[in-house]
């Protein structure tokens, strides 16, 4: 039996949620569930897609991962009854197993929002992995729901000259330039701006261009050039573009928010590393009185030097 590209995304999701033991799949579908009952309406797409995620997801998590889950769609009215349906059979206790007599268990918390999730959740790393091990369409219901819970603040409108900078990285394929230049415009470490540079799904391309307000066909432009994973497939620049038609300028600034956090205390503009060069720049800023002796001696007379 052929797969539908939701299990398959599902299949995908499963081989990258579990990091170094850390199984981040709970947190995964409370987000994603979190993210659906922001929103009082979805299309029918929008649900297929929750539905097909999520029923892959709550499948391999905890009871209590699927008690929050349950509690979130239940104060949800157009909640999705194939998710309520299977919930139900996932945690309906066998017969004469479950004794009348047993105590109620008192069901975990509600999740917090999803936008508190990846704002709050320390440590930091943990908050950008799990948008870095998204699929692209769980990528697509973070960023299309982050702004529903609170605003960031707004970046400080880069001058045309780092727009100029990075469109130039790109249409040169130079990543390194690129990386440099999203680095100082967006205001993130160096090792992130590699990471979103080298993203072979090309969300976080989007997320920097709609933070810094890149015109779009800017970004029509970086998507072809920079990338060849992207740039090669049609479909992917088309859905990257809608994606960032799509995307507000609230939830762009709130990934970035988060991103920023990994940046760390900018370098002075020269610090001497090696012994040498402090040696040298002592030389350098001798004064003329200490460097005086040696010129006064050379040009002694000949007859002061031989005594006559």
Not at 98 to 110: C, G, K, Q, R
Not at 143 to 154: G, Y
Not at 165 to 182: H, T, V
Request: charged share 25%; aromatic share 4%.
């Amino acid at each position: 039996m052929v797969k539908s590209p939701a299990n398959s995304t599902v299949d995908a999701l499963l081989d990258l949620a579990c990091r170094e033991g850390v199984d981040v799949r709970p947190t995964l579908v409370r987000v994603l569930t979190d993210l659906y009952v922001q929103k009082p309406s979805h299309t029918a797409d929008e649900e297929t897609q929750y539905v097909e995620l999520a029923l892959g997801l709550i499948q391999t998590v905890d009871a209590a991962t699927r008690a929050a889950v349950a509690a979130s769609l239940r104060s949800y009215p157009a909640a999705p009854a194939a998710i309520l349906a299977k919930l139900a059979a996932l945690d309906t206790p066998a017969p004469d197993i479950w004794p009348s007599n047993a105590p109620e268990i008192e069901a975990p918390p509600l999740a917090p929002a999803a936008a508190d999730l990846l704002l709050h959740v320390p440590p930091v790393d943990e908050r950008i992995e799990l948008f870095f091990a998204a699929t692209p369409e769980e990528r697509h219901l973070i960023l299309t729901n982050l702004d529903v819970t609170r605003s960031a603040p707004r970046l400080p409108a880069p001058p045309m000259s780092d727009i100029a900078r990075i469109e130039k990285a790109a249409l040169e394929r130079n990543q390194q330039d690129f990386s440099r230049a999203i680095e100082r415009a967006l205001g993130v470490s160096r090792a992130l701006a590699d990471r979103i540079t080298q993203d072979p799904s090309g969300e976080p391309l989007v997320v920097v261009a709609k933070a810094l307000a890149m015109p779009s066909p800017v970004l029509q432009r970086v998507l072809l050039f920079l990338n060849p994973a992207i740039g090669q497939s049609v479909q992917r620049v088309f859905e990257l573009a809608q994606l960032f038609d799509e995307l507000t300028p609230e939830a762009a600034l709130q990934m970035a928010a988060i991103w920023q956090t990994t940046r760390r205390q900018r370098r002075p503009v020269h610090e001497p590393v090696y012994t040498e060069d402090e040696r040298r720049s002592a030389r350098l800023t001798a004064t003329p009185s200490q460097r005086r002796p040696s010129r006064m001696r050379d040009d002694l007379p000949l007859r002061a030097k031989t005594g006559r």
